[in-house]
């Protein structure tokens, strides 16, 4: 297979993926939808589920983690999306030991497109050497 055939997949996807997303939040506002939840979670998962949190996080912004160097050399756009993968992960999280599921998928697809655009964005490593 070329890659040809990868752009003619991508592009259906691309086609269609929106129209699937738009019609899926507007039967979600509607409450056409039944809500995915989660079985209920026990506090000792709730804490060791905020450990890990804490510590990815704190790998994540400490001097030398990949989102404190995005956040230094960023503008607008990249700061936004730092604060989305931030924001993301901690409602992933929160959403996960709430069990709600069907939230918690869309705080997923939130990170992972701010995640995206941050690796596609210029690394922050070739910007301070400018």
Do not use: K, Y
Not at 103 to 115: E, S, Y
Request: proline share 4%; with cysteine.
């Amino acid at each position: 297979m070329g890659v040809g055939f990868f752009r003619l997949v991508a592009g259906l996807f691309a086609l269609i993926g929106p129209i699937v997303l738009v019609t899926g939040l507007l039967e979600l506002w509607r409450g056409e939808t039944e809500n995915f939840s989660l079985p209920p979670v026990g506090g000792w998962f709730v804490l060791v589920q905020a450990v890990i949190l804490g510590a990815a996080l704190w790998s994540f912004w400490r001097r030398s983690g990949f989102l404190r160097r995005q956040w230094d050399v960023g503008s607008g756009p990249r700061r936004a999306a730092v604060a989305g993968v931030t924001a993301s992960t901690v409602a992933f999280t929160l959403l996960l030991a709430l069990g709600s599921g069907t939230w918690m998928l869309a705080a997923w697809l939130l990170g992972g497109l701010c995640g995206i655009a941050l690796l596609l964005s210029d690394p922050a490593d070739s910007a301070t050497d400018v």
